[in-house]
């Protein structure tokens, strides 16, 4: 058994001892800037502590778990592109500091060079593997589709919303488990338990992203406050306050929905105003609890001990309380 803080350093180190740089130096460096500013590193070490959990060589997890991160690192790229957002990890996005053809063509081989980490898994278990990333990749596609088309939606169900977080960011999360129960052996039941225990904890971490996207503080975030509200992105956020709003409140919301560019403060500050007024911040953190909670009864439901959980249930409380 490993401490969190021992995988978050492996990983840490593995990422560090790794250049991407190459030629063309426009196509790599991009690369090379955004794997070398780390971000939390969430998905390989979750890899590594699932793989742990059920007795597996963590050593044989590091090469696909870095391959999910440069797959996150990846979607990155283009989802800044697609959000319009000037800052992430507290610098420059892609996109910002070179141009959108670059963010492309550098996230385009980042995809590649994620599939390269992946087929480094053991080669009896690596069309599993396969089975299991394709299907991941192209749910996190889809998701982030309905994400682009609900922003041209006035409103959606929030069954919409939780499909599509599910879709875009929860399927990787529980990629990231079910992978290191793969590769330590784990049977199909439980590999399948700790994938959906991985789904409730990317629902919540989902909807923890969007609470600090309107109420985080950026310089811990790193990213840009109020872009959700900017882009119009039908979050469990405006979707509450839309449900709540009185006739008034709600012709307000619409309004301010309605603002363009050169209103942007007034739309991001006003929104929020709203959002705390209709109690938004307390309804979202319940929310984020519940599906915390429902993690760590599927966790639970694996029947290790309390011990060998603790690595897992340290990082998933950090997850619930971060600010960045
Ligand atoms: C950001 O993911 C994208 C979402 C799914 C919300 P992270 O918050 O894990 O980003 P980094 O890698 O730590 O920067
Ligand atoms: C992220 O959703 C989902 C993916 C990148 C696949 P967001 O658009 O909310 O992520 P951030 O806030 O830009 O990190
Ligand atoms: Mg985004
Ligand atoms: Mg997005
Ligand atoms: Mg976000």
New binding site residues.
């Given amino acids: 058994m490993h401490q969190l803080t021992e995988i978050q350093n492996y990983i840490q180190s593995a990422f560090g001892n790794t250049r991407f740089e190459k030629e063309p130096a426009h196509l790599y460096k991009p690369i090379d800037y955004t794997l070398a500013q780390g971000g939390k590193r969430l998905r390989p070490v979750l890899v590594l502590l699932a793989c742990d959990l059920f007795g597996g060589d963590i050593n044989k997890a590091l090469h696909p778990a870095m391959g999910l991160e440069i797959f996150?690192n990846f979607?990155?790229l283009?989802?800044?592109i697609?959000?319009n957002?000037p800052l992430?990890r507290g610098k420059k996005t892609v996109h910002e500091k070179w141009d959108n053809n670059t963010a492309i063509l550098s996230g385009d081989t980042m995809f590649v060079i994620a599939y390269e980490f992946v087929a480094k898994t053991d080669p009896k278990l690596l069309p599993e593997v396969l089975v299991l990333f394709n299907d991941t990749a192209r749910k996190?596609c889809e998701?982030?589709q309905y994400?682009m088309n609900y922003e041209t939606c006035e409103v959606i169900s929030i069954l919409d919303y939780m499909e599509m977080?599910r879709l875009?960011?929860a399927v990787?999360i529980a990629c990231s488990l079910k992978l290191g129960a793969i590769i330590a052996g784990a049977s199909d039941d439980q590999a399948c338990r700790i994938y959906d225990a991985g789904i409730e904890l990317g629902l919540a971490f989902?909807l923890q992203?969007?609470y600090l996207?309107a109420f985080g503080d950026e310089s811990k975030f790193g990213?840009s406050i109020g872009?959700?509200i900017t882009t119009n992105?039908k979050?469990y956020l405006y979707l509450k306050a839309y449900e709540l709003a009185s006739a008034a409140e709600r012709d307000l919301l619409y309004t301010l929905n309605m603002k363009g560019e050169h209103a942007v403060a007034e739309k991001i500050s006003g929104t929020i105003a709203l959002y705390h007024k209709l109690g938004i911040d307390h309804l979202t953190r319940t929310v984020i609890e519940k599906h915390h909670n429902s993690a760590l009864e599927l966790i639970d439901s694996l029947k290790f001990s309390a011990e060998a959980c603790r690595p897992l249930k340290t990082l998933m409380n950090e997850m619930l309380s971060r600010e960045k």
Avoid: E, P, S, Y
């Fill in positions: 996150h979607t990155l283009h989802d800044d697609m959000d957002a992430r996190v998701g982030q994400d977080i875009k960011t990787l989902q992203d969007d996207d990213k872009n959700d992105k979050t």
